[in-house]
């Protein structure tokens, strides 16, 4: 599966923004999709996964009620709809795809390039 984020950019806090990750190669809709984020000098961290079908999602408790994920099998692709941004979500954002829709890096088999995400106060 090769990965494909987009949809990154420069917004002032308090916007929005929509991130994609657009998948080709083998069956999209047989992969758990996980968002992650790198901010400068920090480890990657979980932001929200969402399983196979789309019937179950989570959040990390920082984005909690401001981003959605979702996902749209026919169009093998993977949103994280971002609400209410916070200059603490300046981040480079990749998209992941593997088995569960887990919390663990370790956990994802394929991962996008990275789009960056830059909130300003």
């Known amino acids: 599966v090769q990965l494909q984020a987009s949809g990154g950019g420069l917004v002032q806090a308090g916007g929005s923004l929509r991130l994609s990750c657009a998948a080709s190669?083998?069956?999209?809709?047989?992969?758990?999709m996980g968002w992650f984020r790198q901010a400068p000098g920090k480890e990657r961290e979980f932001v929200a996964a969402?399983?196979?079908?789309?019937?179950?999602?989570y959040y990390a408790d920082s984005v909690k009620g401001r981003f959605t994920i979702s996902r749209d099998n026919a169009k093998n692709t993977v949103y994280l709809q971002m609400n209410s941004l916070k200059p603490e979500d300046t981040a480079v954002y990749y998209c992941?795809?593997?088995?569960?829709?887990?919390?663990?890096?370790?956990?994802?088999?394929?991962w996008g390039q990275g789009t960056l995400v830059t909130v300003s106060s």
């Open positions: 992941a795809a593997g088995r569960f829709a887990v919390r663990g890096t370790g956990m994802y088999d394929y």
């Open positions: 969402i399983t196979w079908n789309g019937g179950s999602t």
């Open positions: 190669g083998r069956a999209f809709n047989s992969y758990s």
